[in-house]
């Protein structure tokens, strides 16, 4: 029961560059969604996807773009990496009609330079 | 602008005491209030959560008291112990959206 995985778990970035996280759930969980976290600010949500086909922005979506062709997978794309998303993203998933039952994979500390 | 505020920042108690988290909100729009607790390294895992309707829950040490009118909401861990030392999250959210807003966050530390 693998919960929600993550990879990879850390990554350096040069600005410019581009990359993907990736996020996969195997509790058919209609909800997931894609948080990062800095010192002093908590959690702050990037982008969210109430099933496959739909997702939509949260607080702080801007260099951000997520897509959700399965159920399982949700990737969080970075188009042109600055050093202003050195942080620590964490993806959650749930089931939808549930009391917000999220599970939280065990974070990507990425770093860019 | 923050919806969730969360106090405090940090916080240090001896083992046995009882550490008091304090959240306020101001979306009345909110209808669910969890808090998460985090170790180093790892991420948040639901440790108790509170619907409006009621003004406490108690789950073993864990207590959150909620007061509607004021829009606060807090939690008390009763006897605390060196292992409770984490990070902890309020959080508010409305059903109809699903997303869930994270306070700031307090880091506890219980010293033995």
């Known amino acids: 029961n693998a919960g929600v995985t993550q990879t990879p778990k850390f990554q350096v970035l040069k600005t410019g560059q581009s990359m993907t996280l990736q996020c996969a759930q195997d509790?058919?969980?209609?909800?997931m969604s894609w948080y990062r976290q800095d010192p002093g600010m908590g959690l702050r949500l990037i982008h969210y996807s109430v099933g496959a086909g739909i997702t939509d922005q949260g607080e702080v979506p801007n260099g951000y773009n997520v897509s959700r062709s399965t159920t399982e997978d949700f990737p969080l794309r970075l188009l042109s990496a600055a050093p202003s998303q050195t942080s620590v993203y964490f993806c959650?998933?749930?089931?939808?009609?549930?009391?917000?039952?999220?599970?939280f994979g065990s974070g990507t500390r990425l770093t860019v330079v | 602008q923050q919806q969730v505020k969360q106090s405090p920042q940090s916080l240090i108690v001896q083992k046995g005491g009882i550490p008091i988290i304090n959240c306020a909100y101001e979306?009345?729009?909110?209808?669910?209030f969890p808090w998460y607790q985090q170790f180093p390294g790892k991420g948040p895992a639901l440790l108790i959560a509170i619907r409006p309707d009621v003004s406490e829950k108690k789950e073993g040490r864990f207590t959150i008291s909620f007061n509607k009118s004021a829009k606060q909401f807090s939690l008390h861990i009763m006897d605390s112990q060196p292992g409770d030392s984490a990070t902890y999250f309020c959080?508010?959210?409305?059903?109809?959206?699903?997303?869930?807003?994270f306070g700031s966050g307090t880091r506890l530390l219980v010293r033995p």
């Open positions: 509790m058919n969980h209609e909800y």
């Open positions: 959650a998933s749930s089931a939808l009609g549930t009391d917000y039952g999220y599970t």
């Open positions: 959080a508010a959210a409305m059903d109809s959206s699903y997303k869930l807003i």
């Open positions: 979306n009345t729009a909110f209808d669910y």
